[in-house]
């Protein structure tokens, strides 16, 4: 939890440092997070945190070593993903242990939880706000970045080395499958 509070505090100084506001999930997320997190245990709960985890972490992994990107944004991707990898590790073996042992119905609850965390998660992505700010109708603009195959395929990409792990821990099963599909982090 102390790492997490740091890194929030240092995304917020680099944000502040940079001129950028931040920018909320979308109401929509926000209210459903209410519902969802308090269901988070075990392997859903570790299947969360990888989710958010590794699909930035790829993003940062790129950004950090990209002489284009802005040397401040460089540096703090480059800190969290020095800082992250441990976390990873460190959820990959307690999903795995968390799994173990478990029923089919326990499994298929928290398999079908972890799917609609994918599906609201990756909803950030096109955030209503952030479009309406550089004044593009948001909508028009979310629904058309979530059609662009471009974005589609980057969506993959950030996604697949963890959509690999779940595939293996037997997370994500043929029932999941739309739903992931639907977060894009699955073609």
């Known amino acids: ?73 460089r540096q703090v991707s480059r800190l969290h993903v020095m800082e992250e990898s441990r976390h990873i590790r460190f959820a990959h073996s307690e999903l795995l242990d968390a799994r173990r042992g478990r029923s089919g119905a326990v499994l298929e609850f928290h398999r079908q939880l972890t799917a609609w965390c994918a599906m609201l998660a990756m909803t950030t992505y096109t955030n209503a706000p952030i479009y309406r700010a550089v004044g593009l109708d948001p909508r028009r603009a979310a629904r058309e970045a979530r059609a662009n195959p471009h974005f589609r395929r980057t969506t993959r990409w950030a996604g697949e080395r963890l959509v690999a792990f ?21 073609g």
Do not use: K, N
């Not at 940079?18 to 209210?31: D, E, F, K, S």
């Not at 779940?166 to 699955?186: C, E, F, K, N, V």
């Open 1 to 73: 939890m102390a790492d997490e509070t740091r890194h929030v505090a240092m995304f917020g100084r680099a944000l502040g440092t940079l001129g950028c506001p931040a920018y909320r999930p979308p109401a929509l997320v926000r209210h459903l997070g209410r519902a969802v997190l308090p269901q988070l245990r075990g392997a859903s709960l570790f299947a969360a945190a990888l989710l958010i985890e590794e699909v930035y972490d790829r993003f940062q992994r790129e950004a950090m070593g990209d002489e284009r990107v802005q040397p401040l944004v």
């Open 166 to 186: 779940l595939t293996d821990a037997g997370m994500i099963t043929a029932l999941q499958r739309p739903l992931w599909r639907r977060s894009l982090l699955l």
